[in-house]
């Protein structure tokens, strides 16, 4: 069982930034790692994702403004730049592994006008 926890959510006012981070309990360098963001009423939709190959892919919604990373061993990252009130949801860190999906309990990103 692979746990993970977000951290670095919080409240930004429009045009801040925020720096999400995922530690997962063990390596996940060759992993998919992925973040998701769901808002009130809405269905939890895709933000970014590296694939095992290091490949990024990114909704259009957050092109240019957010960056995903993972360093060599357990940490993945979003990088979240000139933050929108749209942008304002409870992200989720999301890890493929031996075929097997993991998510943890949630940030809460919340942007203010």
């Known amino acids: 069982q692979v746990q993970l926890v977000e951290s670095g959510g919080g409240l930004v006012q429009v045009g801040g930034s925020l720096r999400l981070s995922c530690a997962a309990s063990?390596?996940?360098?060759?992993?998919?790692v992925a973040w998701f963001r769901q808002a009130p009423g809405k269905q939890r939709e895709l933000v970014a994702s590296?694939?095992?190959?290091?490949?990024t892919n990114y909704a259009n919604s957050v092109k240019g403004r957010f960056t995903i990373s993972r360093d060599n061993d357990k940490n993945t990252y979003l990088q979240m730049n000139s933050l929108k009130p749209d942008d304002t949801a409870v992200y989720y860190c999301?890890?493929?592994?031996?075929?097997?999906?993991?998510w943890g309990q949630g940030t809460q990103v919340t942007v203010s006008s």
């Open positions: 999301n890890v493929i592994i031996h075929f097997t999906a993991y």
């Open positions: 590296i694939s095992t190959g290091g490949s």
């Open positions: 063990e390596n996940i360098f060759r992993s998919y």
